[in-house]
């Protein structure tokens, strides 16, 4: 079975259909046909789990045939135990994306629910895709969906955010074509696994290195080229704040890990100690940055740039540790970020309003929220048995390896992610209802508790069970380092 074409192309087809046959005025058929869409799109990726071999880093449900032959382009697929996990979180949360517009999204309905599906499966290609032009198609047209998500179902800023969003990724990946073409003319393809055993010259790497660097580094986002993704989170709706936060920015990482650590192994060891700086300020400076935040939105965009920091350094110790806890923590990021924005969508549906000065108390009228808000809380902060520890804890121990200084450094993550994310809870959920508005506020529906209930499970099954999530990467992540370890640096 091609598992990775259906996984690409059944909610790329749901989404048409949805465009097809969803009216406006006849909201329900077009949620109906996009949920039916989504879980589809997530039941046949589920045989990517169940089928797959963790004993071996080889490509796996591979797929080739012809697209361009003339220069040598194909239509490739294929997974190892590293892009398998992201297909999967992909496509779980965009189900859980249009099961939470239900009953929110009243304007433009089917077009909604459209744009996510259509947007799962280019992600889903981008995540498969073993041919670099098709990879590049799959990674540009993501943006088209998400640039419609949130210039027409945003706040009053939208269209500034969502410019704004489109031209730092767009201006960022053309260097990447530039990069992709060149290789082309050095090896006569545009294989990905070809690419792998190309010898370049460390000068020639450097320079490949800036440019793919510039694409993956925006979208990532790595400090300081991160202004636009608070612009985009505080203008987005709900579901477009999820699936940026869970997803988007994990395509950047991806980048790092698929082409830059195996491509230019000699480049990636020579500049290491600069993107670790960079990865340093991120979780350090970010950090503070969230704490002065007062929009709830804001606050864990900011609380993103600093975890993805801890992602980047993971990368660059070139270490099992390291790089499995970057992995880890990438996917626990997806789900306790997407619970984050999901809560804060709860109140805002109620309140219409992000400011955490305008709450206070909720715990009094909404206790069954509280107590979902607080778990996700913690595992944002980094608490043991939660998925935001694993990872965390795997990449300090890594840099603790590398050099106590930098293992000092980067745990005051822990510190920091504890202050941003309890002080606003303290402040939002406690305390005496000094609102009238927030008296009034009725707990979470059957469909918010099970849409949270979900992310709270697999926050906690990760957190306190994370070895099957180790296991499925292992052998790629240490093929990969082997790899790396055979540059002349």
Known sequence: MPYLSLA?????????????VGR???PGVARWIALFGALSGLLVTLPLWLHFDSGTSSMQFVEIADWVPRFDIHYFLGVDGISMLFVLLNSLMTLLVVWAGWEVIEKRVA???AAFLIQSGLINGAFAALDAILFYAFFEAMLIPMYLIIGVWGGPNRVYAAVKFFLY???????????????YNVSETFSLLEWYQLPLSLGVQLLLFVAFFLSFAVKVPMWPVHTWLPDAHVEAPTGGSVILAAITLKIGAYGFI?????ILPDASRYLSGFVITLSLVAVVYIGFVALM?????KLIAYSSISHMGFVTLGLFLFSQ????????????????????????GVMYDRMHSRLIEDYGGVVNTMPK?????????????GLPATSGFVGEFLVIVAAVKASFWLGFAAATTLILGSAYTLWMYKRVIFGEVANERVRQLADVTRREFWLLATLAALVLAMGVYPKPFIDVMHASVADLLAHVAQSKL
């Open 293 to 297: 935040q007062s929009d709830m939105k």
């Open 369 to 381: 929220f509280a107590a979902f808000m607080m778990l996700f809380a913690m595992a944002n902060a």
């Open 111 to 113: 077009q909604y629910m």
């Open 8 to 20: 690409i192309w059944v909610p790329i087809v749901a989404g048409i259909v949805v465009l097809a």
């Open 258 to 262: 698929r082409f830059i650590l195996p």
């Open 169 to 183: 990724t767009l201006l960022g990946s053309l260097l990447m074509l530039v990069g992709f073409i060149y290789l």
């Open 24 to 26: 406006d005025r006849d």
């Open 321 to 344: 540790l390291g790089v499995e806890g970057a992995l880890v923590q990438m996917i626990s990021h997806g789900f306790v970020s997407a619970a984050m924005f999901l809560c804060v």
